[in-house]
């Protein structure tokens, strides 16, 4: 990539990019890791502080990814750090299932976060971790309901992770050709694309889809629960409002509990704590991980105590559950949440970085649309145009060139999540960066 030098007050590029050194540490990794954990765009980090990132040549980006929406409290927070450090210091980095302080400290914290009706919590490591753990808790509740109940409802186009019962549930079948054969009690219904079904008609549209299953599946008898996740990632698309309160009042009817996967939703990224509050409905179960740890390995189911119950003594645990250097990591977030009142914070500056996006979606007519809620947003590029793949990975790179990391899904969407620190100042720079880059990719 040829570039310029850029000095201003949130951006420092000083030397060429990719930055020397990048290409060389590419082909270490390349020859020892799996070929699964490449394509990354061509910058090496350093560090990383509050919404800024260095790479190796001490050059300084506006970060508007959070790592993958994980620095919601900022990069390398202050509160994070000493509280870790003090674990440290006390010399306990591992307890195994043995109880220990921070670890109630944590959970009893976290679940007041969550709200009202949430009353255990189980903690992991990694986000598919915790999907796949609240496909274990709906099928055991099914199952003791009556040994035919453990049908799955999930999505169409929907993403919960890596593993086997998360891939199941996604709706990319290319991803899951691996699993050898298919689950007949996981059902995928269509999603509601907001460019397909308003929310005056998504109502009918869910009764259209159930009817659909219903020829198929006794709904009381055969399904034990739904997967949802708050937003479809890759375009930051939430369901109509309608929907989600029609299908929880389904749901109640026939005993099917709900799930949120809030992976990307949680710890104050929409606007609210938690995404599922958009909706005006409650979870049986929710699903965090991301942002919950601020960048240490932290996941969780959170729900009802008779859900979490379900397992017995032993069967839903894992060596690294509730560790005490994550559990540390999980309290100073929330304290940093609500210290600083990200939550508020996201939907005030969620408002700022929409505006002017949409400004930007005005001026390209027929170019792009701006979804999400707080400080997440995708732009939906129109498929039809020529190149548009190329076009978009050429927009990534330019902006990285101008100083700006997004995030590039690999689809016909760009999307943006700066942590929830970021500054006003930072958000009208970096779509000043990304109005530059559209009108000059998108001339035609
Ligand atoms: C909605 C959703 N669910 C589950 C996952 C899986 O989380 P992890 O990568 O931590 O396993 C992700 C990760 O991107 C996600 O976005």
């Given at each position: 990539?040829?570039?310029?030098?850029?000095?201003?007050?949130?951006?420092?590029?000083?030397?060429?990019?990719?930055?020397?050194?990048?290409?060389?540490?590419?082909?270490?990794?390349?020859?020892?890791?799996?070929?699964?954990?490449?394509?990354?765009?061509?910058?090496?980090?350093?560090s990383?502080?509050?919404?800024?990132?260095?790479d190796?040549?001490?050059?300084?980006?506006?970060?508007?990814?959070?790592?993958?929406?994980v620095?919601?409290?900022?990069?390398?927070?202050?509160?994070?750090?000493?509280?870790?450090k003090k674990?440290?210091?006390?010399?306990?980095?591992?307890?195994?299932?043995?109880?220990?302080?921070?670890?109630?400290?944590y959970?009893?914290?976290l679940?007041?976060?969550?709200?009202?009706?949430?009353?255990?919590?189980?903690?992991?490591?990694?986000?598919?971790?915790?999907?796949?753990a609240?496909f274990k808790l709906?099928?055991?509740?099914?199952?003791?309901?009556?040994?035919?109940?453990?049908?799955?409802?999930?999505?169409?186009?929907?993403?919960?992770?890596r593993?086997?019962?998360?891939?199941?549930?996604?709706?990319?079948?290319?991803?899951?050709?691996?699993?050898?054969?298919?689950?007949?009690?996981i059902?995928?219904?269509?999603?509601?694309?907001?460019?397909d079904?308003?929310?005056?008609?998504?109502?009918?549209?869910?009764?259209?889809?159930?009817?659909?299953?219903?020829?198929k599946?006794n709904?009381?008898k055969?399904?034990?629960?739904v997967?949802?996740?708050?937003?479809?990632?890759?375009?930051?698309?939430?369901?109509?409002?309608?929907y989600?309160?029609?299908?929880?009042?389904?749901?109640?009817?026939?005993?099917?509990?709900?799930?949120?996967?809030?992976?990307q939703?949680?710890?104050?990224?929409?606007?609210k704590n938690?995404?599922?509050?958009?909706?005006?409905?409650?979870?049986?179960?929710?699903?965090?991980?991301k942002?919950?740890?601020?960048?240490?390995?932290?996941?969780?189911?959170?729900?009802r105590r008779?859900?979490?119950?379900?397992?017995e003594?032993?069967n839903?645990?894992?060596?690294?559950?509730?560790?005490?250097?994550?559990?540390s990591?999980?309290?100073?977030?929330?304290?940093?949440?609500?210290?600083?009142?990200?939550?508020?914070?996201?939907?005030?500056?969620?408002?700022?970085?929409?505006n002017?996006?949409?400004?930007?979606?005005?001026?390209?007519?027929?170019?792009?649309?701006?979804?999400?809620?707080?400080?997440?947003?995708a732009?939906?590029?129109?498929?039809?145009?020529?190149?548009?793949?190329?076009?978009?990975?050429?927009?990534?790179?330019?902006?990285?060139?101008?100083?700006?990391?997004?995030?590039?899904?690999?689809?016909?969407?760009?999307?943006?999540?700066?942590?929830?620190?970021?500054?006003?100042?930072?958000i009208?720079?970096?779509?000043?960066?990304?109005?530059?880059?559209?009108l000059?990719?998108?001339?035609?």
């Open positions: 990539m040829e570039n310029k030098k850029i000095k201003l007050k949130h951006i420092n590029i000083k030397s060429i990019l990719p930055a020397p050194g990048t290409n060389n540490l590419f082909n270490r990794l390349k020859k020892v890791e799996s070929r699964s954990m490449h394509g990354q765009l061509p910058i090496a980090w350093k990383a502080k509050d919404f800024y990132v260095y190796i040549s001490g050059n300084k980006f506006i970060d508007f990814t959070s790592t993958i929406f620095a919601n409290v900022g990069h390398s927070n202050n509160r994070i750090k000493s509280y870790i674990t440290l210091d006390k010399n306990f980095l591992h307890s195994y299932v043995y109880i220990n302080k921070i670890r109630a400290d959970i009893e914290k679940i007041k976060f969550a709200g009202k009706g949430f009353q255990k919590a189980f903690l992991m490591s990694s986000g598919t971790e915790a999907t796949e609240a709906m099928r055991m509740y099914g199952i003791k309901k009556k040994k035919r109940k453990l049908g799955i409802i999930c999505f169409e186009g929907n993403w919960h992770g593993t086997l019962a998360a891939q199941m549930m996604s709706g990319n079948e290319s991803q899951k050709k691996w699993v050898g054969f298919k689950d007949k009690n059902h995928h219904l269509p999603f509601p694309y907001p460019w079904v308003s929310d005056l008609n998504s109502e009918k549209f869910l009764e259209d889809s159930i009817l659909k299953l219903k020829k599946i709904l009381k055969d399904i034990c629960g997967m949802i996740e708050t937003f479809q990632g890759w375009g930051a698309l939430f369901y109509p409002k309608r989600i309160k029609k299908l929880s009042k389904i749901c109640k009817q026939n005993d099917i509990l709900i799930t949120f996967d809030e992976m939703a949680g710890f104050s990224r929409t606007g938690f995404g599922f509050q958009h909706y005006g409905i409650k979870p049986d179960l929710i699903c965090c991980g942002g919950m740890g601020g960048g240490v390995p932290l996941s969780g189911v959170i729900g008779d859900l979490l119950d379900l397992p003594i032993g839903m645990s894992s060596t690294n559950s509730a560790n005490p250097i994550s559990c990591a999980g309290l100073a977030v929330i304290e940093e949440i609500q210290k600083k009142n990200l939550t508020n914070q996201s939907k005030i500056k969620g408002v700022i970085l929409h002017e996006l949409n400004k930007i979606s005005k001026l390209k007519k027929n170019l792009f649309k701006v979804y999400g809620k707080g400080l997440i947003a732009l939906i590029f129109n498929k039809t145009i020529k190149n548009i793949d190329s076009r978009l990975k050429s927009l990534v790179e330019a902006c990285i060139k101008d100083g700006l990391l997004m995030v590039y899904t690999g689809r016909e969407s760009i999307k943006l999540g700066p942590p929830l620190t970021i500054s006003k100042d930072a009208k720079v970096a779509t000043k960066i990304i109005k530059k880059n559209i000059k990719i998108f001339n035609d």
